[in-house]
């Protein structure tokens, strides 16, 4: 396990208790090198760690005692001064050497942590992209393996979006794709996910969710969704493919292209429908 993964699985109180230790002891050796040698440099090591995995205040506190431990072991170390105020002086621009670095480590940290999102996130929608939405799938069906509980993946287009764009503009194409999202969020629990794969089309996933539970849960979805189309007028409908995954599929891959297989076959029969299928065994069930 590398540290950084180890250190976040750590408690705050463990990280804040292995911080303050390290400043203890870098005050000791800074201490017993004596005054000669400069030492303050070090003291970063604690507040960084704190500041990256704790958070920017607990980092402020770790500044505040790294410079009153540094101000200990110089005078007693025998530190002698021209004026007695100078001490104290270097212990001020020190503490404010490290809440600058404070600061700049959790903006660091902070517009990484926005980057990161960036890229996981729909821009329009707010939900998962594809590649966010990859990511937990692999982490479900590993879950799903691990403990032999089913889970189903839905996979969902818009009929006639493309005649939206092309009468009402592409503002109220992204409108309607905003309210698809926010419709599907509002109708699903909190463990579920609603992710958009590309331009009109979207994956749900169920976990724990057998056939019975999903098809009740796909069946709300659609309804939802055919009021809020209704309610707006647009002329959309949802073609759906379902699977219930019982025997776990091999890869993410293979269970999106699963669904998505489903989803076409209801676009090549008329659209406006739900066709969900029982992964791992040989009767097919559909509506």
Not at 12 to 41: N, Q, R, W
Not at 127 to 146: C, G
Not at 181 to 192: G, L, P, Q
Request: charged share 20%.
């Amino acid at each position: 396990m590398k540290p950084q993964q180890y250190l976040y699985k750590q408690t705050k109180s463990f990280l804040i208790t292995l911080g303050l230790m390290l400043v203890v002891s870098l005050g000791l050796i800074d201490y017993l090198t004596g005054p000669e040698i400069a030492f303050s440099i070090f003291y970063l090591f604690p507040i960084l760690l704190v500041t990256w995995f704790v958070g920017r205040s607990v980092g402020i506190v770790i500044s505040i005692v790294s410079a009153v431990v540094w101000l200990l072991a110089d005078l007693l170390a025998g530190h002698i001064y021209s004026h007695q105020i100078i001490p104290y002086w270097n212990m001020s621009m020190r503490f404010g050497f490290f809440c600058i670095t404070v600061l700049i480590m959790s903006k660091l940290k902070y517009s990484l942590e926005q980057e990161r999102n960036l890229a996981r996130t729909d821009p329009l929608t707010q939900v998962p992209n594809s590649r966010h939405f990859m990511e937990l799938a692999n982490i479900e069906i590993n879950r799903a393996d691990r403990y032999r509980h089913p889970f189903t993946l839905a996979y969902l287009d818009l009929d006639n979006f493309k005649s939206v764009n092309d009468h009402f503009g592409h503002s109220v194409g992204d409108t309607l794709l905003l309210s698809v999202a926010d419709t599907i969020k509002k109708s699903i629990r909190v463990v579920d996910i609603v992710a958009r794969l590309a331009g009109d089309e979207f994956a749900i996933l169920l976990p724990e969710t057998g056939f019975e539970s999903a098809r009740l849960a796909v069946q709300r979805i659609q309804e939802n969704l055919l009021v809020c189309m209704r309610k707006n007028e647009w002329p959309v409908t949802f073609s759906i493919g379902v699977v219930t995954f019982v025997k776990i599929a091999s890869t993410v891959d293979e269970a999106i292209r699963t669904a998505d297989t489903l989803m076409y076959s209801v676009k090549n029969g008329g659209k406006n429908g739900i066709k969900h299928e029982i992964f791992g065994e040989i009767s097919r069930k559909g509506e």
